[in-house]
C-alpha cells in the first residue's frame, strides 16, 4: 500500500503541475466589431497647395475579451484600415487595461481619408450599387502583465477582415484573428 500511495501522490503532483501550466498558459485575446458610426467630416488643407480635403469621422465599437488569468496593461496603438489594399483610413485605440478572463467595449475614434476614396471611386461606386463592401484592418497593441510580481511585456497582432454595407454601415460579415506574443525581455 505504500508504494501505490506515493505514486498516487507523485500523480497528483505532476496532475496538478500540468493543469496550472495550462491554466496560466497565455492564451490570444479575442475581438469583435459591434458596429460602426459615422461621426461627422472634417474640412482640412494639406500644404503646400492648400487643396481642401474631406476626412469622415468614425467610432468604432469593439467587443474585446481577455480570455487570461491575469489583467494587461496595453499603450496606445494605432489601427490601420484598408480598402482593396490601400491605406483607406485609421482608428485610435486608446491606452488602458483590461482585467483578468473580462470582457470590455472599446470605441476607437477613427476617420477615412476622402482622397483616398476618390482614388477608389469607380470600385466604391460598384460596391455601393452592390451595398456590400469588404475592408481589413490591422494593428499591433503592446503591453504588460504581471504574473507572481514579475512584468512580462507582450504585442498582440489583430488582423481583421470585414464585410459592411456602405450604406448603412452595418456589419455583414467578419474574421478577426489575434496573436499574442510574449517578449522575452524586460
Known amino acids: 500500500m505504500g508504494r501505490l500511495g506515493r505514486a498516487t501522490r507523485v500523480a497528483a503532483v505532476i496532475g496538478g503541475a500540468a493543469a496550472l501550466v495550462l491554466a496560466v498558459r497565455p492564451k490570444d ?12 467630416f472634417r474640412l482640412r488643407f494639406e500644404p503646400p497647395s492648400l487643396v481642401p480635403l474631406l476626412d469622415i469621422g468614425l467610432v468604432l465599437t469593439v467587443h474585446a475579451t481577455n ?15 484598408f480598402y482593396r489594399g490601400s491605406l483607406l483610413g485609421e482608428a485610435h485605440v486608446c491606452a488602458g ?6 470582457c470590455r467595449i472599446l470605441r476607437l475614434s477613427g476617420k477615412l481619408n476622402c482622397l483616398e476614396m476618390a482614388h477608389q471611386l469607380a470600385a466604391l461606386a460598384s460596391d455601393l450599387a452592390r451595398r456590400e463592401m469588404e475592408l481589413a484592418a490591422e494593428t499591433r497593441i503592446k503591453g504588460s502583465a504581471n504574473l507572481l510580481g514579475w512584468p512580462h511585456r507582450f504585442h498582440i497582432d489583430v488582423h481583421s477582415r470585414l464585410k459592411v454595407d456602405p450604406l448603412l454601415l452595418d456589419i455583414m460579415e467578419q474574421e478577426n484573428r489575434s496573436r499574442l506574443q510574449l517578449t522575452l525581455s524586460s
Open 29 to 40: 485575446p479575442q475581438f469583435e466589431l459591434l458596429s460602426i458610426n459615422l461621426t461627422g
Open 67 to 81: 480570455p487570461n488569468v491575469v489583467g494587461v496593461r496595453y499603450s496606445r496603438s494605432t489601427m490601420a484600415i
Open 97 to 102: 487595461e483590461q482585467r483578468r478572463n473580462a
